[in-house]
């Protein structure tokens, strides 16, 4: 550390002071404007490999060396902005997240994240912190899984090992264009493989998308897990029938056997919430065949989602929807399934990160608050590899992945602190 | 009557005999050949104004002719041959269905009516009856509106001054083709308006399309009435939102909603049965929104079809209904909506046309029973302007609009004989 701070003040306070909300805001800004949606709120499609992806990376490569950062890309467009002063040895500290969008999403989910990480570099040398270890501002790809990777965390899987570079180079969209081919189109396919392995720690900086923080007036949240998530499909085969001249005991109606399935989904979860607070179920997608008026309902296939911090949870209530199934089956002369396919452990954040952000938000002069993630975030991967926390940021409304997506500019700065104050921390 | 017959010979036995199965199973075996499905069973396209269409017609206008009847096509494309012997005078009876089918369905639904009428003709000529009445053969244009009027029954609704020949012509496909250009390209439209109020008793013969015939072993239903149908959309307002940042007690989900809905409808019908067996209710459709795995449900359309012979029921069923999304928009902070748009009343067949197929029956030697009919059909319209009646031949499976529905040979000319006889006692 520098003089600039004097002899006896705290390196977090000196940074948390020198963010700058207004160079956060013109980033955060510039970068919504990249495939900006027209109409109310402030919506962007950024898909991964497109030419709004290319101009949001470009100025990303762009601010990343205006802080004089040294800008490296791997082969799956993972971005890394590094600065390694001289004295910083040793595994690095990173933070980061990243740019694609949903379609007609918000301009924060992801990016204040990833100029969250940059602002805090950025208030680190502002503030003439001299830090033991080298500091990462990362951008990961495809985190939604809107083009390429259904399940999304694509970047992360990646860099985590999870997945090969091969693998993912091969995924392709809807009409057949492979990432590989996407990257090279928009002239992002690096070298190598940024491996999240050789980092000391990981931060990230999410939006709440809730409303815990802006209910309680808290403007940082320290995530003390990640929720695990499972995806089902269900199934129910009846027979699909004449509406008028079936009468009401000589049918199989598979809407009628799905409807129940639904309602059961959401006992299960219900009562399950007494003992766990963070299980939830959900029957988000239900398709009928043939789907008309004056048919009676042949087949019903319907998506459920499954999340808590426990396992136990999560394996409860798969296992209560394969219950009800069964019931159903038996009872309404029906056929059932229920596929277990997408399936993410529960993801505890490390201790050492959660600290280094309550320490942040102490040095800020921030309240914080522990609360667990809902949502999936690259952090979960990042977790399986070296320590990792998440800190968020308060939703207006809990809105998000919709142009009304907001956190107010003031939050935005704060909670930037509360993260450039941690990643400090960890880089002493 | 002519010495054919001998003079102690019933006029309706001697006509059962003349209906030759054959010269029946080779005209509906041509017809099913126009618009052709490949694949398994014996399936058929044939919308009103295609080329499928126009083949099926023009065979239909060669076979009347062949029989020596008068074919006359009206503004709107119904297909009238009309068979006007010396001394048959005063008001016609008449006798039809439909040629046209939905997408991939069946060669019986419809063309068995047709062309059983015009068998009916044939043996009656070939039997040696001398009616008192001309006798016509009709074709109905659009009965199950599969591409110009979503309610179907186009043809018989403008015969009976339900819709005026210009609104039906002016009806346009999803393309935004009208019908009368459809008809006019396939040489079909034609001059006036066929007036079923002219006639003196109307008679349709048609597949059950449900297995009450089939499981008794019946070959021939004498229809008393014809059910009312109303059709309702529903639809359920809540709030997308995200599937794991959304904890249960702050969820308006509006399938879970909708759910308790489609249940409510199936028990407010199952219960009706045990007052009126004939009452059916049924959530046929449901369309989810965003419908997405991972987000709970913010909004659902559905589509309720109420049917039975009493009108009573038809409206304790949508009350019923109401009471529902009544109770669920407050239960669960949604918004609610029914509208009860399609709605068609009950309507009995005349007890003379009901009677004159019952003696056809027996006359035939063959068991005839009384039921109701589920679905609608082009009966319902000319009821309301003159005497009508339906009969029903067995259907396998009950299966229809599919390629699999199926009546055997031997039940079509059987029914074709109770048919011509109900004909002859009526046109006597």
New interface residues.
């Given amino acids: 550390m520098d003089d600039r701070n004097g002899g006896d003040t705290d390196p977090n306070e000196a940074v948390a002071t020198a963010v700058d909300q207004a160079r956060l805001r013109e980033d955060l800004e510039r970068n919504g404007g990249f495939g900006a949606v027209p109409g109310e709120g402030h919506g962007r499609t950024v898909l991964a490999g497109t030419d709004a992806n290319r101009e949001a990376r470009e100025y990303f490569r762009g601010r990343l060396e205006d802080a004089g950062l040294t800008v490296e890309v791997d082969s799956v467009g993972n971005v890394v902005g590094r600065w390694a002063p001289p004295g910083a040895t040793g595994a690095p500290v990173a933070a980061g997240s990243h740019l694609d969008s949903v379609p007609e999403g918000g301009i924060f989910d992801g990016p204040l994240g990833v100029y969250a990480a940059l602002e805090a570099v950025r208030a680190m040398r502002d503030a003439g912190v001299d830090p033991a270890r080298p500091v990462e501002v990362v951008s990961f790809t495809e985190e939604e899984g809107a083009r390429f990777a259904p399940g999304g965390l694509l970047g992360s899987s990646v860099a985590t090992g999870d997945r090969s570079v091969e693998d993912a180079l091969a995924l392709a969209d809807g009409d057949g264009v492979t990432l590989e081919a996407a990257l090279e189109g928009i002239g992002f396919r690096g070298e190598g493989r940024l491996d999240a392995a050789e980092w000391d720690a990981w931060l990230e900086l999410h939006v709440?998308?809730?409303?815990v923080l802006e209910s309680r007036g808290v403007p940082a949240g320290v995530v003390t897990d990640v929720?695990g998530?499972t995806?089902c499909e269900a199934t129910v085969e009846g027979e699909a029938?004449?509406?008028?001249?079936?009468?009401?005991?000589?049918r199989r109606?598979a809407?009628?056997a799905?409807?129940?399935?639904?309602?059961d989904v959401?006992r299960a979860?219900?009562e399950r919430?007494e003992v766990d607070?963070?299980?939830?179920?959900?029957?988000?997608?239900?398709?009928?065949s043939p789907?008309?008026?004056?048919?009676?309902?042949g087949r019903v296939e319907m998506?459920?989602?499954v999340?808590s911090v426990e396992r136990e949870s999560m394996d409860h209530l798969v296992g209560a929807a394969r219950d009800s199934l069964d019931r159903l089956a038996e009872r309404r002369d029906v056929e059932t399934d229920l596929t277990r396919g997408f399936d993410l452990h529960p993801t505890p954040m490390a201790e050492r990160c959660r600290g280094a952000l309550h320490d942040g938000a102490d040095a800020a002069g921030l309240e914080a608050i522990d609360l667990h993630?809902?949502?999936?975030h690259d952090s979960m991967h990042v977790a399986n590899v070296t320590d990792a926390g998440m800190l968020f940021a308060p939703s207006r409304d809990?809105i998000?992945?919709n142009p009304r997506e907001w956190t107010d500019w003031a939050d935005c700065a704060n909670a930037t602190r509360v993260l450039a104050g941690g990643l400090t921390r960890l880089a002493e």
């Fill in positions: 709440e998308q809730h409303t929720t998530i995806h029938n004449h509406a008028g001249s079936t009468p009401m005991d000589g109606d809407l009628c799905a409807a129940e399935f639904v309602t959401e979860a219900n919430t607070p963070a299980a939830v179920g959900t029957v988000g997608s239900l398709d009928v789907n008309a008026t004056n048919v009676v309902p998506g459920v989602d999340r993630s809902g949502a999936a809990g998000s992945h």
